[in-house]
T-cell receptor, first 111, second 118 residues
């Protein structure tokens, strides 16, 4: 089992819809979880971090964490074409908090 | 938000030469910096972790003599690709975090350096 697994995608949603991105992880000891967005040819950009069970909202983005189920998700409300990118789920591990990335989910928001 | 710069953004070099890439944290003290490489349509692969003032820790399979990392100050880390070959052509990305006790876990990425070895 991979350490971090993301729904395979690609995912297409119409403009204005909710995009749902999911991620499961295998290490029950993981404490920090992140969602990054990466546009083609660019480096990752931090969207959300979440450390506690439950929901965390920031603008149109909501991260959800369920440690018992080893599951973290990202909801994007009112999706815009500019949200079209690859979304990377990552876990922090070790004392240096090295990131373990999932393979990413490519999202396309159709105008 | 935290800003990390990287220079150069793009470099083309001949096989056998060395290339140095700089990574700077502009508005915070980066006690820990990370170097990644990314091949087209693949996820990021961590190459090494460096803490200011100490030797870098390399991931398994990464040649430490080929990829020299120096983290001499709290705002600067460098990656030198020595004797570069075409298979070293890739997108190299650094990230940084404030690793002091109680500091946040978030890592912030530089814009990346696209290396092409001819």
């Amino acid at each position: 089992q991979k350490e971090v697994e993301q729904n395979s995608g690609p995912l297409s949603v119409p403009e204005g819809a909710i995009a749902s991105l999911n991620c499961t992880y295998s290490d029950r000891g993981s404490q920090s979880f992140f969602w990054y967005r990466q546009y083609s040819g660019k480096s990752p950009e931090l969207i959300m971090s979440i450390y506690s069970n439950g929901d965390k909202e920031d603008g149109r983005f909501t991260a959800q964490l369920n440690k018992a189920s080893q599951y973290v998700s990202l909801l994007i409300r009112d999706s815009q074409p500019s949200d079209s990118a690859t979304y990377l789920c990552a876990l922090g591990r070790g004392s240096a908090r090295q990131l373990t990335f999932g393979s990413g989910t490519q999202l396309t928001v159709l105008p | 938000g935290a800003v990390v710069s990287q220079h150069p953004s793009r470099v083309i070099c001949k096989s056998g030469t060395s290339v140095k890439i700089e990574c700077r944290s502009l508005d915070f003290q980066a006690t820990t910096m990370f170097w990644y490489r990314q091949f087209p349509k693949k996820s990021l692969m961590l190459m090494a972790t460096s803490n200011e003032g100490s030797k870098a820790t390399y991931e398994q399979g990464v040649e430490k003599d080929k990829f020299l990392i120096n983290h001499a100050s709290l705002t600067l880390s460098t990656l030198t690709v020595t004797s570069a070959h075409p298979e070293d052509s890739s997108f190299y990305i650094c990230s940084a975090r404030d690793g002091r006790a109680g500091g946040p876990d978030e890592q912030y990425f530089g814009p990346g350096t696209r290396l092409t070895v001819t």
